[in-house]
Structure formats: C-alpha cells, structure tokens
C-alpha cells in the first residue's frame, strides 16, 4: 500500500528522483525528498524498531529528530536517527533489537583532514534557524554591520514554518494572512539578500565555557563558531501523555504529523484521533481533512475548548466531534494502533463505565509543548519552572537575557506561545545584541516599538497564562487582579444592510487584523488589534475580498437574489475543488446536511466559491461537500 498523499488542495510535492534502498532483505522504493523513516511509512511499514529493554515495537513520533523512537542501524551504523536521514539509492537499512554492536571502523571521530579543526569567529552567533532565530538575524542585519552566523540543524531554513499550511494571525507587519509555508520562503529570500552566514544540516554538540566558543558538527566535520554575543531560538519539543499503551507505532506528537504529511507528503493513516484542542490540535485536525484523512476526532480534558474560536468551528463545519471532559485511557493494537478507548471524565476524574473504544489507526498528542533549553543548561543558564511558560525555563528579563550575559533567548525557548511573539521577541533579541556591540539610538526607538507591538499580542485573554507566567518569572503580577480566565465563548454575529448579510464567526479577543486591510471601503474596524471586528453595511460594496483574506475562515457573505434564492461567498480549502455548475450538498455549521445548492464559479486561486442556496436555508450555510462525497 503506497501511503503517499498525491493530491492536495494547497501543497504539492517535489518528491525528487525515485530510489531503490534494501530494507532486511528486501527492495523498496523511495524519493530523494523522504528521509528513512517517512519512506517507511509510505511503503506501510510502521514498525522502525524495538525498545532495547521491553523490546515493543516503536515507530515515528516527533519527526525532528529529538526523540529516540526512530533509531535505526542504516548501512552499518547504528543507532541513526531515521527521520532525518536522507533516503538514497542502495542503502541498506535494518531495524534494531536491544543495544546494537559497535564495531571498530564505527568508532571514528569526524575532524578536518590532517585532524585540523576549522575556528569561525562572529560577533553573534544564533542557534536556531526557525521564526524566531531568522527574525533575530534580520534585525541585526538591517541597521548593523556585525558578522552574524545562523545555525541550524535542518536542510531548510524556516523551523516549524515549513509545515504549517494554515494561514498566520496577526498584522501585515508580521505576515499576517500568509500561510507558514510562504513565511519561511519570505523569510529565507530575506536571508539570502543579507551577509547572514547560514550554517544548516548543522549540529551544535556543546558550548566550551573554557574558550566560549560552540563546538558543532557540520558537513560531517567538527567544526568550532565563537561569538562575542549568542541568541539561542532552539524552539521546543513535543510532551508525551501518560496512558497505556503510548509507544505504540501509529501515535504521533502533532508536529511528528505535520512533518510527515506536510512536509513529506505522507499519510500514515485514515481514521484519526488527536488528544487537545488547543490551537495545534484543532489546526492539525483541519490540515488531516486536507490531506485525506476520512474521519477525525477530538478528546479534550477540559470542559472547553482550549483554542480559537475560528479554528474549532472550521472543522466543526465537517462534521468533526470535539468530546470535551474526555480523554484518552488506552491505545489499542499489536504493532501498530488499531483503536483507541476514550473515557469521560468529572473534574479530572475517570467516570466509571464511561469508556467506549473508538475505530482509530492513528492517535495523534496535541498536549502541548516544553521548551528546549537543554543547550542552554548545558552553556549554564539559570532554570526553572514556571508551568505557564512551557515548564522548564531559562532565567531571563524582560530584555531576553540570561544569567550568562553573553547569552539571549527568544521564541519558543523562553516560552511557549504563539509564532507571531515568537517573531517580536526574535527581532528584540537581535537588536539588543546589535545594541550592545554597535550602540545607535535608533535601535532604541526601534526596539521600543517593537516592544509595545509584543505587549497588544499578548494583551488578550488568550494570553493571560503567559502574562501570569512572566509575572511570576518577572517579580510581579502580569494578570488580571481575579486570576479567571476571560476568553469569550465563540460566535456568530451578522451584519444586514442593502440586502446582504455579513457573518462574522469571529467575536474573541484574537490579535488579528487581515479583514481591516482587505476592505476597500473601510467597512470593518476594530478598536485594537485583539478586539473583534465591526462592520459598516452602509460602507460596505459585498465584494468579498474579507471573506478569501480572513485567516480564521470566518467570514460569510450572503446576497439575497430576490428569486426565492440567496447567492453565498464561503471559504473552501479542500480536494477536490468544486467547478462552476456542479451541485452539492450543503452543510451547517455543525456539518449537518441541509440541503442541495449549485456552485455559481469558484476562484481557486482565492480558496473561495459561491453557491445558490435557497432563502429558507440562506443563513445555515457554512460549508459544501460534493453530491459523490454525501
């Protein structure tokens, strides 16, 4: 069975030249683009290995290679991260029991020839090649002359961007209305203009404090990068959840997912179950539809829903359920996931006999994330724990700094919020090293700004935990006097006017702004960036332009045709795209079939349609599915 997903609605595959590898014994085939473990999983090979000491089954889980679930022995080596490494023609690649042999000829150290170490000297050094550590390197780079290097461990630039399909919240400024995918090609071309000197597929193994350098490993040569100053944007990793049977092959941490069908262009499997509906779990449900998966189900512990709004009411306009006060109690299956038993629970509580087994051959952890600080501690930084921000933290101020004062973080590394601040704190941190190396009062003004941009992102109720947490990393309270968590239930409001309604799924405080812009007239406002928006009828033409630029999906337009019909402007991002004249099947916002419609044209360029709908049914409308599909 080829697992590989052909069609999609926003991607499309440069798979490379096709490759034959020896897998045990036997031929399979691959692309240039796989690495060893997603090329695996496309030919339904699930199981990658066995724990040395219980010897269960394991199999792909972060993606990243910052897990130990993958390791593989491939053309003789062992214990190499298979997710990383490349696939090509004629490897050999074996799956290994309990701790493998080393031989001799393994025991090489890389060095330069003649067992000389090449030395690299900058004024800043940044560890991290993501949103964070790229905005840090643009910032030093736009008003200063300082040498600047950029390390990261990956091919590409671009860190957790390059998989997220979905498009950025926030403003203009920050790429808002965008798409992840965009951002990083964005972000690399400015790179590229620069005199940044980009290190990639590079490791960092350790900071000497002896000589205050890194000491890193690059085109399988060692390698030494000293710097005056060091941004460390190291981003963070998955949290694991505790229920039985987790290290099955077939669980996936929400990025691990993202990475193999987005990036790789692989779908493990059909019929998927994702712990957390925070925003990663609820985009990550919306980008499976995408590519294929056929049915998909959210468990979430508590009795809300952890993120936006806008994201849990596109997917529930497919029908996709969110179980609240569930979660999960067992996976199910021998070497690979066949179910999954979820449980309701009562303040926390497992209810007794509330268990029901779900039909599921995948099972996906949405819960969260910790920062990697594990170069920090090892360079010396102070930690500690401060659950709001991620858990274990680094010590630093408000500027970014650590106990080391050579040493700044920003991103995920510091907290774990969303890709927007990560980008602010990134381009703070920059212009705090340029400040401390090329002092200009410019860079004042400018970080200050940049400043206050960062504190209307974190001025809404979603960001309420990290202002408790900063307040406590900080020395004082961040949060409101109550301590409640104020983030507003999700709902609809519409705007009537000169025969046409505008339907705003939007009404939480969400640092987003995209539909301000796309208004030619002026029609929507907003008081500050995280308020909802308002709209103007009198002001407003029914062009639609809101409605293809809104990142939430969460704008409707409806025109009444005065003939018993109403002409409907929705967001569709899905595969097939419907074509002009084609019925189909109308849905509500809950995913319920309604009725029958007719699509009237389809911009696919814009992910927008219009579809006839009769009046009695106008104003349900949320969403189509083909007339094959119902």
Aim: proline residues 4%; contains cysteine.
């Amino acid at each position: 069975m080829d697992r590989r997903i052909w069609n999609h609605p926003l991607l499309s595959f440069e798979r490379g030249k096709e490759v034959t590898f020896n897998f045990e014994g036997r031929p399979l085939n691959g692309y240039e683009s796989e690495d060893v473990a997603s090329c695996l999983i496309a030919n339904d090979q699930n199981v990658l290995g066995w724990s040395k000491n219980l010897d269960r089954s394991r199999g792909y889980f972060c993606g990243i290679g910052k897990c130990s679930s993958c390791l593989m022995t491939i053309d003789g080596i062992p214990n190499v991260r298979s997710c990383t490494t490349p696939v090509k023609e004629g490897m050999i690649v074996e799956r290994q029991h309990g701790n493998p042999k080393v031989t001799q000829e393994m025991e090489h150290i890389p060095q330069s020839p003649n067992g000389e170490i090449k030395e690299l000297t900058y004024d800043v050094i940044i560890v991290g090649g993501g949103i964070s550590g790229i905005s840090a390197a643009l910032g030093i780079s736009a008003f200063t002359p300082l040498k600047v290097a950029l390390v990261d461990d990956s091919p590409h630039l671009g860190g957790q961007l390059l998989k997220q399909t979905h498009k950025f919240f926030g403003s203009s400024e920050e790429y808002a209305g965008s798409r992840g995918t965009e951002i990083a090609k964005i972000l690399s071309c400015e790179i590229a203009k620069t005199d940044v000197d980009v290190h990639l597929d590079c490791q960092v193994l350790g900071y000497y404090d002896s000589g205050g350098y890194l000491l890193v490993l690059e085109d399988e040569k060692l390698a030494i990068l000293r710097g005056r100053r060091y941004i460390v944007a190291t981003g963070a990793y998955e949290n694991m959840l505790l229920f039985e049977s987790n290290d099955l092959p077939g669980i996936f941490g929400a990025g691990g997912l993202q990475t193999i069908m987005n990036l790789k262009g692989v779908l493990p499997g059909r019929k998927a179950l994702i712990v957390g509906s925070g925003n990663v779990g609820l985009i990550l449900a919306y980008q499976m539809l995408q590519a294929g998966v056929e049915k998909v189900t959210i468990v979430e512990a508590m009795g809300k829903v952890g993120g936006y709004g806008v994201h849990s009411q596109k997917i529930e306009r497919f029908g996709v359920p969110i179980l609240l006060n569930h979660t999960i109690k067992r996976a199910i299956g021998k070497d690979r996931v066949e179910g999954a038993e979820i449980v309701a629970l009562d303040k926390g509580a497992e209810v007794p006999g509330s268990e029901r087994v779900l039909d599921a051959d995948m099972i996906c952890l949405a819960v969260g994330l910790t920062p990697d600080v594990r170069l920090l501690q090892q360079m010396g930084c102070e930690c500690r724990f401060i659950k709001e921000l991620g858990g274990w933290i680094v010590n630093h101020d408000r500027e970014g700094r650590t106990s080391m004062k050579n040493v700044l973080i920003s991103g995920d590394a510091s907290s774990i919020e969303e890709a927007t601040t990560a980008m602010l704190e990134g381009k703070i941190s920059g212009l705090r090293v340029a400040m401390d190396l090329s002092p200009d009062a410019n860079l004042l003004g400018e970080i200050e700004r940049l400043e206050t941009r960062l504190g209307e992102f974190r001025s809404g109720p979603f960001s309420e935990k990290i202002r408790a947490g900063m307040g406590d990393l900080f020395g004082r309270g961040e949060t409101d006097e109550n301590g409640d968590d104020r983030r507003e239930e999700a709902f609809e409001r519409s705007y009537e006017g000169g025969g046409r309604t505008i339907v705003l799924a939007c009404s939480q405080s969400i640092p987003c702004d995209p539909c301000v812009d796309a208004c030619p007239k002026g029609a929507i406002t907003k008081d500050s960036l995280t308020s909802p928006p308002e709209v103007d009828m009198e002001k407003c033409s029914g062009c639609g332009l809101c409605v293809s630029e809104c990142p939430g999906l969460a704008i409707f337009l409806v025109r009444d045709l005065r003939d018993g019909r109403s002409l409907i402007t929705l967001p569709y991002e899905m595969y097939p795209f419907p074509e002009a004249g084609e019925k189909v099947i109308l849905l509500d916002r809950n995913g319920k079939k309604i009725g029958f419609g007719e699509i009237k044209s389809s911009l696919k360029e814009k992910f927008l349609i219009r579809v006839f709908a009769p009046n009695s049914l106008a104003h349900r409308v949320r969403n189509i599915m083909g007339v094959q599909d119902g």
